[in-house]
């Protein structure tokens, strides 16, 4: 009952971002409406993480997503989680409580920095929402 019941409530929020034809420019604008900084690397390794998340939801974190980002990128997985980690401290240091408040419900009064996975399962999940999976691959 208290989950529907947290469901409804979120549904009567307006979600602040609305679907793109291409699912990276989706991405790009859940991003932006959350102050990440684009002139971080980090910002470019979320796009990517959150891509490859919502094509294969419930994959490793550490094992799988940060070792495809970083082939991707040719650095290594350490760098690709450290700039992903410095790129949402960011965006939680500048952020808009009411929207962060929308994607990272949190049950206490003071808002808690989600770690990386938390964010980009998250996000990934928003995209799964708004693009369908044949927009996506």
Not at 10 to 17: E, F, G, S, T, Y
Not at 60 to 86: C, D, F, M, N, S
């Amino acid at each position: 009952a208290a989950a529907t019941r947290a469901a409804d409530l979120l549904r009567q929020l307006p979600c602040p971002v609305r679907r793109q034809e291409d699912p990276r420019a989706t991405v790009t604008e859940l991003l932006r409406s959350l102050k990440v900084p684009v002139h971080v690397q980090g910002y470019t390794y979320l796009r990517e993480a959150i891509l490859l998340a919502s094509l294969k939801p419930g994959q490793g974190i550490t094992k799988e997503l940060y070792p495809a980002v970083a082939h991707r990128a040719g650095v290594t997985a350490a760098q690709v989680e450290r700039a992903i980690r410095t790129a949402v401290t960011l965006a939680f240091q500048s952020r808009d409580a009411q929207l962060w408040r929308y994607y990272f419900p949190s049950g206490g009064s003071q808002p808690r920095k989600p770690s990386n996975g938390a964010f980009i399962t998250r996000l990934a999940d928003e995209l799964l929402l708004l693009c369908p999976e044949e927009d996506r691959a």
